[in-house]
């Protein structure tokens, strides 16, 4: 059972930074890739950031140079530093995990989801 829990969260002014974890329980295969996404309120789910087991990232546009993802050695604990946060950053963040393929950003690609963590950034 793949299980997935995020934490991290919080408020913060426009321009602050935050760190979200996410721990994953289990991966089912050698080969996966672990992603951060977002939804705030009215709106789609959007892929932030995601990283597979060879290290490889992508990001969204709206994010580069401000948001980072990494994962710990042993690959358990999935990390996405956010920093010059802005007003529209704000969203229920969600960490994710998909096996055997590599960093995408798209969310039909991911099967396995914890129950996220909010972010609010105020201006």
């Known amino acids: 059972q793949v299980q997935l829990q995020e934490s991290g969260g919080g408020s913060v002014q426009s321009g602050g930074s935050l760190t979200l974890s996410c721990a994953v329980s289990?991966?089912?295969?050698?080969?996966?890739?672990m992603g951060w996404f977002r939804q705030a309120p009215g709106k789609e789910p959007e892929g932030v950031a995601s990283?597979?087991?060879?290290?490889?990232?992508k990001y969204a546009d709206s994010v580069k140079g401000r948001f980072t993802i990494s994962q710990d050695n042993n690959q358990d604990t999935l990390y996405l530093q956010m920093n010059m946060l802005k007003p529209e950053d704000t969203a229920m963040y969600y960490c994710?995990?998909?096996?055997?393929?590599?960093?995408?950003?798209?969310?039909?690609?991911?099967?396995?989801w914890g129950q996220g963590t909010q972010v609010t950034v105020s201006s």
């Open positions: 994710a995990a998909a096996w055997a393929i590599r960093a995408t950003i798209d969310p039909n690609l991911f099967g396995y």
């Open positions: 289990v991966h089912t295969y050698s080969t996966h890739c």
């Open positions: 990283i597979d087991s060879d290290g490889s990232t």
